[in-house]
């Protein structure tokens, strides 16, 4: 399977809604990453169990084309246990009819892996290969994790024919670029000399869990996509080896509906819209929902609407705002410009990768 690009994304209506919008011709090109989200009603063996099954539902109606995702659990609890069954492996048996890619790390529970494993030796997962998600504070030296990598992962590499390597880099605004590139060359060449790498995957995020950190209400800015720059500045230290570009959307890696109290959710919460173009997020922000209300919404997207960056009729998600410049359709709400955000964002960036082969 070629990857051209890996969104990551949490396992959300919205999210797998605005994937399933995707043109045809492309999204055969994307290998989505999906987390499993946070619930605001808490993460109860009950509510998981009710929440995987709907999510099988949901992939088998909205997700049949998609040739392959990556699926890990990497926001909650380790240690939930499913009718007897740790959670990973009561998911990666729920998806086995799915082109399902499993997701390792040492930063996990036994439990995890022997998930993985148990469920790859009874045939419930297809995938050749399996995925090994390395976040910032393992990377930085191989050797230092080296022989946890050794005792922890072994045996569920061994069970494959390769392995995708992940560099989650997460919230990387404030990172040294040169510095984490560097060590993800360092990282990936030592990792390689000992175990078969099939894709080298490199991610993360330039969006904090709030949004207040990077502008007040009733304004708008911009932020460099630093996840970008750390990508490129990784793919001229390999010389010839495709890099595989990842990021997180237009959501934030730390956000969670779980943080905010619904009694409260009115309250802090103000309208805001996300657009990415070029290298930049561009982020403009209302007032408070409860105040101001949802109307509101129709005037930052005509704000949008204006810009040059703008893409007129580029993707369903780009319509969606177009519609509310104009104040067609319904209100619309936090979660309700979500999807068609993502869906921008998605359209976007890939179309790029397969027009210039990179970002």
């Known amino acids: 399977m070629e990857i051209n690009y890996v969104p990551f994304l949490k396992s959300k209506q919205n999210e797998i809604h605005a994937l399933s919008e995707i043109s045809s011709d492309i ?45 890990d659990i990497y926001d909650i609890d380790d240690e939930i246990e499913i009718n007897g069954k740790h ?12 082109p399902i890619i499993p997701v390792v790390s040492i930063d996990r529970s036994d439990l995890h892996q022997k998930s993985v494993v148990e469920t790859k030796k009874n045939g419930l997962i297809s995938s050749a290969a399996v995925a090994f ?4 504070e393992d990377f930085q030296s191989f050797h230092v994790v080296q022989d946890d990598i050794e ?5 569920p590499f061994s069970l494959f024919k390769a392995i995708d390597l992940v560099f989650d880099c997460r919230i990387c605004i404030n990172a040294n670029v040169n ?10 060449s030592s990792f390689g000399e000992k175990y078969p790498i099939r894709n080298l995957i490199i991610s993360g995020s330039s969006i904090p869990a709030s949004i207040a950190e990077v502008l007040s209400s009733n304004s708008e800015d911009y932020v460099q996509r630093v996840e970008m720059d750390i990508y490129k500045a990784s793919q001229k230290l390999f010389h010839d080896k495709v890099l595989i570009f990842g990021d997180y959307t237009t959501i934030s890696p730390d956000y969670s509906d779980a943080d905010i109290p619904p009694e409260q959710m ?15 997020h561009y982020f403009i922000r ?13 005037d930052l997207a005509a704000e949008l609407c204006r810009k040059k960056f703008f893409r007129p009729g580029n993707s369903l998600g780009d319509v969606y705002f177009e519609e509310k410049s104009k104040r067609k359709g319904g209100q619309c709400y936090v979660n309700t410009v979500i999807k ?8 976007y960036i890939i179309q790029k990768i397969l027009a210039n082969g990179t970002i």
């Open 27 to 71: 999204l055969p090109s994307i290998c989505p990453f999906f987390d499993y989200p946070k619930k605001q009603n808490g993460d109860t063996k009950n509510n998981i169990e009710k929440s995987i099954i709907r999510l099988v539902k949901k992939f088998g109606k909205h997700l049949k084309k998609i040739n392959g995702f990556y699926f």
């Open 87 to 98: 959670i990973y492996a009561f998911l990666l048996e729920a998806f086995s009819n799915f």
């Open 133 to 136: 998600r390395v976040t910032q």
């Open 151 to 155: 005792n922890i992962l072994s045996e």
């Open 179 to 188: 510095k984490i590139a560097g060590q993800i060359a360092k990282f990936s």
């Open 266 to 280: 009115q309250n802090r919460i103000t309208a805001k819209l996300t657009y990415s173009f070029d290298d930049q």
């Open 286 to 298: 209302g007032g408070s929902l409860k105040t101001k209300g949802r109307d509101q919404y129709f």
């Open 340 to 347: 068609p955000s993502v869906n921008s964002h998605i359209t």
